[in-house]
Nanobody
């Protein structure tokens, strides 16, 4: 089994910054990719950013230039630095870890951006 522990998030004013982290532990042999998804009320869950084990990053167009994903492979931890936050970034952010063909999800953390 794999456990994901998320931290970070909270309430911030528009233009502010937040940092999310997600640490994976358990039966981890080889992580394929780590990333972040978000789900706003009444909307589908969407990809925010992901990073492969080789360090290749992928971002949603809505966050390019504002968010940065990074990984600490030694700690099996992924981070999401969110700058220039906008009210439309308000959502529950879920950590996502893929190990071979299995996907694991974090419980989610609320990010609220006030205008």
């Amino acid at each position: 089994q794999v456990q994901l522990v998320q931290s970070g998030g909270g309430l911030v004013q528009s233009g502010g910054s937040l940092r999310l982290s997600c640490a994976a532990s358990g039966s981890i042999f080889s992580i394929t990719s780590m990333g972040w998804y978000r789900q706003a009320p009444g909307k589908q869950r969407e990809l925010v950013a992901s990073m492969t084990s080789g360090g290749s990053a992928n971002y949603a167009d809505a966050v390019k230039g504002r968010f940065t994903i990074s990984r600490d492979n030694a700690k099996n931890t992924v981070y999401l630095q969110m700058n220039s936050l906008k009210p439309e970034d308000t959502a529950v952010y879920h950590c996502n870890v893929r190990i071979m063909t299995t996907t694991y999800w974090g419980r989610g953390t609320q990010v609220t951006v006030s205008s």
